[in-house]
């Protein structure tokens, strides 16, 4: 604990933290002090020297956001010499801005008009500088970011979040000392051309306006724009996002984050701050459509409902409520996702109900749930760039998570941090780590066997946690030790030496943490390799304290919430198993019915049964299998057998145009809810804007159609609906709307009094104890041979998400990826002869594309990679529909293609 103190300022007695400076003290307490280059994410440099204060006997004026805060210090904020310094700092600034506020975006919310007219400043009083025209600019021809130098105050803020908060140092302030400084890259390279992420935090930074989105210049001035905050509709992390809201437009202008909310504070991503065209597309979807003859015509809502509620009973009548199935979406709300379970098994009368996390985070439930009794990310974010050791395993974090990639980059970079990475590619962290293991894909249980067989010859485990809070140690052990060490240095083509120094770092840490993704989960060993990882983190005793654990990140917006209401096909919501007749005699109380006894079908297994003619009726919310599956051939064939399909959806996706009723629904901006970001933290979804035509959102859409089904569902408000899955969810139990202002609350949080857990574990496992699980390491169920020598893996890129729906209907998204492309190294390329940008045929058992190579040293030489987002060139018509035994994911990580090179055919015509 840091030691608190008091001191004066401004005749007040203040409390202040040992540390804090000046500046800090005084805005804690509620006493503005003018600055322009003060962030509180930032070390203070006293650029812009407005802070300047006196303090009580020594001559002079000192910068506050500098001074440290003493005991018993007296300060003095404002005084007649004070104000004058403040005026002339501000007129010497203004000599050097265009002074433009009537047509500017930030006026009335730019700090540096609102001190020059505190401080009376007169612009006139040191000249005014003329500007060119059309001076040389990094940004010019930049579709994301401009910059204006006329508007620049030369705080430097710009430039030290991007080293401080980023840690890419691509800004810097240059000209220092000339009558005309700006901020500009090295060499004045155009900012496309450097390893710029495009995340914008920058013009967040910007007090002036001088750095802004090109997209939103013009479309209205802050102050009389709408801020509406809510929850990112990408990634897991939760970022929380201020859409500014033009009303007379009806149209969200431009998205910002405010410093200080969790987790983010600040920072967004290149698709948090512009991937939100999407929002109003004119391909939103705008009515219900019916398909007669084999063409969409616009429907009333009361004849597509009517359709659909019949359809779907006339199935159920002949067929059994099992032949109708349901896929339920991470992209939706918890309320919705609740209400569509509930449709499925009160109304429908079936446990056939799943999302896409079986396809990412499926073998995460099975995995923790069985080694610790939560399935759940053990940490919190902000505690992860505290770890003494990060490893890093199949998760390319800057790309796919891109705030903590970079709180984690930063960590490392500032050696607070050791970063270890496993990955078969040589992604943006490997730059960062003290070690990389570039392990074959598929390969993961045999490295982190090795790992551990290490700790326990070298005796590096942890032998009070295991022996106090653990079970099953000894057939784990044995297992382990079966590890032939040579041998799982061969299988992973890792160096010995390498799996050694890493086991070493891992275990010689007071505080590690692991953190995955898709990398480990996609794959038909996926339960296997996260049972792996729960036995790591278990034999080093690296669970249940802060700044440790296992953290397996979502790869969407609300995967972990869609899990925790039940949104899969053998548990109610909260996990709680539908095959228990206790726990299913507690729902069918609570909702009034007779409810199925036998868990239902998964994602692929529903596919596999619409393609055998068991599945006659599907209900798709905001899903698009027709991208996102494996082996999407057959998927597209599973689809067109069906008796009935209805996709409820804001774009009318690949999946929607093979639908026989389109429904349309409203995005994240136009609805109230929450989404549970990877922490397990329940964060409000706001409505900003009006819906397009008639969409509506998707719990109204459900409760209408289970009513039309003899199954009445009535709420008035998205919060009645949180009431109800706090009423039946116990790991919710103290969670309603009146509590998720601000940070949100952390599951469990099981009282109304209830604060929250940061992180899990603490004392005891949810399961009581911790369980070690042999695990022996089993090969990809298909490896190269003769035929296909090549394997492939599948993932995301930085500027796109999940099935492109709605990043590649944003400009800046689009501009910066416009099509796909497949990564192969140098090695490989020179093997079948490919340049970089020509078109190469991938083929395998299941299909081929045609795609752009890029030729890049990232993948193993046996290896290449392809993003899954477009469907000029769907990676997922080569992928293998295989299943893990357990959680039933695909393995999407690991197939065996071969290569072509398609002759006459440069990257240009690739892109027509």
């Known amino acids: 604990m840091k030691g608190t103190f008091t001191l004066s300022i401004d005749g007040r007695q203040v409390h202040a933290e040992e540390g804090q400076t000046v500046l800090e003290a005084a805005l804690a307490a509620g006493i503005d002090i003018p600055r322009l280059c003060w962030d509180p994410r930032l070390t203070p440099t006293a650029q812009c020297r407005l802070c300047l204060v006196r303090l009580e006997g020594q001559p002079g004026l000192v910068t506050s956001c500098t001074e440290k805060a003493q005991p018993g210090m007296v300060v003095v904020t404002e005084d007649d010499e004070i104000r004058e310094v403040r005026k002339t700092i501000l007129e010497l600034m203004l000599s050097e801005h265009r002074l433009s506020c009537q047509t500017c975006d930030m006026d009335g919310e730019c700090k540096l008009q609102d001190y020059a007219y505190l401080y009376g400043a007169d612009e006139r009083a040191f000249g005014l500088r003329e500007f060119d025209t059309d001076p040389p600019n990094y940004t010019a021809r930049d579709e994301a970011i401009r910059y204006d130098s006329s508007l620049c105050s030369q705080c430097e803020r710009c430039v030290r979040v991007c080293s401080e908060v980023q840690g890419l140092d691509i800004l810097t302030l240059m000209g220092l000392g000339s009558a005309a400084p700006q901020v500009s890259t090295a060499f004045e390279m155009p900012l496309q051309e450097t390893d710029c992420e495009v995340c914008g935090n920058c013009i967040g930074a910007c007090p002036t306006g001088a750095l802004y989105e090109r997209g939103s210049r013009g479309m209205g001035q802050l102050k009389n724009l709408e801020k509406v905050v809510t929850t990112c509709p990408y990634c897991g992390v939760g970022c929380q996002i201020a859409l500014y809201v033009n009303r007379d437009l009806g149209r969200i202008v431009r998205v910002g984050s405010e410093i200080g909310l969790v987790p983010n504070d600040g920072s967004l991503c290149v698709k948090g701050r512009f991937g939100y065209d999407f929002i109003h597309s004119e391909d939103r979807l705008t009515h219900p459509l019916v398909k007669r003859n084999g063409r969409f015509e616009e429907a009333t809502w009361e004849e597509a409902l009517d359709l659909v509620a019949g359809k779907l009973g006339d199935i159920k009548s002949e067929h059994g409520p099992d032949a109708v199935a349901g896929l339920s979406s991470a992209k939706c709300t918890n309320e919705e996702n609740y209400l569509f379970q509930k449709f499925m098994r009160a109304a429908v009368g079936t446990n056939n109900v799943d999302h896409c996390a079986r396809l990412c985070h499926a073998s995460t439930v099975a995995g923790l749930a069985r080694a610790f009794g939560s399935g759940a990310m053990t940490n919190s974010i902000e ?33 607070r941090a050791h970063l270890i990475v496993a990955d078969p590619r040589k992604i943006e962290l490997t730059r960062y780590a003290q070690i990389h293991l570039q392990q074959a894909s598929g390969s993961d249980v045999a490295l982190v066997n090795a790992m551990m067989k290490v700790m326990l010859e070298e005796d590096l485990w942890d032998h009070r946690f295991v022996e106090e809070r653990c079970e099953n140690f000894e057939a784990f052990r044995e297992e382990v030790l079966r590890t032939d060490l040579e041998e799982a240095a061969h299988v992973t083509g890792v160096p010995l030496s390498d799996i050694r120094r890493a086991a070493r770092l891992y275990a010689g840490a007071e505080r590690a943490a692991i953190i995955y993704s898709m990398g480990i989960t996609q794959h038909t060993t996926g339960t296997d390799n996260v049972l792996t990882l729960a036995n790591l983190a278990m034999l080093t005793g690296n669970v249940g304290r802060e700044s440790t654990g296992v953290n397996p990140l979502r790869g969407q917006n ?37 409810l199925p006894v036998e868990p239902g079908l998964t994602v692929v297994e529903m596919m ?9 009726g599907l209900y798709v919310m905001g899903e698009n299998p027709m991208l996102s599956d494996p082996d999407i051939g057959h998927v597209k064939e599973g689809l067109e057998r069906l008796d009935f399909l209805c996709v409820q959806d804001i774009f009318l996706s690949e999946t929607a145009e093979l639908a026989d009723v389109v429904l349309p629904a409203t995005c994240f901006a136009e609805k109230d809810g929450t989404f549970t970001s990877t922490e397990r933290r329940i964060q409000r979804v706001r409505r900003a804007v009006a819906p397009p035509g008639e969409a509506r959102p998707d ?19 998205p919060s009645d609906v949180m009431d109800e899955i706090a009423s039946v969810t116990p790991i919710y139990g103290g969670v309603h709307y009146e509590r998720l202002e601000g940070t ?123 993003a899954f987002h477009f ?28 290569l072509e090179k398609v002759a006459g055919e440069a990257e240009g015509e690739q892109e027509q």
């Not at 991938?842 to 045609?850: D, K, L, T, Y």
């Open 608 to 616: 596999n049964a619409a393609a055998d003619g068991d599945i006659k």
């Open 558 to 594: 609300n995967v972990q919430g869609a899990c925790d209401v039940g949104a899969l096909p053998d548990v109610y919501p909260g996990y709680q198993k539908v095959d228990d007749p206790d726990l299913r005699r507690k729902f069918e109380e609570a909702w009034g019915v007779t």
């Open 871 to 898: 469907r000029e060139a769907p990676a997922n018509v080569l992928t293998n529909p295989a299943l893990d035994p357990i959680a039933k994911i695909p393995e999407l990580k690991v197939c065996a293609v071969r």
């Open 744 to 866: 949100g609350l952390q599951w469990p949080s099981p009282t109304a009094d209830h604060p929250g857990t940061p992180y899990l574990h603490k004392g005891r496992f949810a399961r009581g104890k911790g369980r070690f699980h042999p695990v022996p390491y089993r090969p990809p169920a298909e490896v190269p041979d003769d035929e296909f020598p090549v394997v492939l893996t599948t993932g995301r890129k930085q500027e796109h998400w999940h099935t492109g729906t709605m990043s590649r209907r944003s400009r800046v998204l689009d501009w910066l990826l416009p099509h796909g492309e497949l990564e192969m190294s140098p090695a490989l390329a020179d093997r079948y002869d490919v340049g970089d940008g020509e078109t190469i045929r991938v083929i395998s058992r299941r299909g081929s594309v045609e795609v752009t190579a890029r030729v890049v040293d990232k993948p193993r030489p046996d290896s290449v990679f392809m």
């Open 699 to 717: 719990w109204e859409i459900l409760c209408d159609l289970a009513s039309r089904m003899g199954y009445p569902m009535h709420y008035e408000h």
């Open 383 to 415: 505690e992860l760039p505290r770890a003494d050791v990060i490893f890093v395993i199949g998760s390319n974090t800057t790309e796919c998570h891109p705030v903590l990639g970079a709180m984690i980059r930063r960590a490392a970079q500032d050696g």
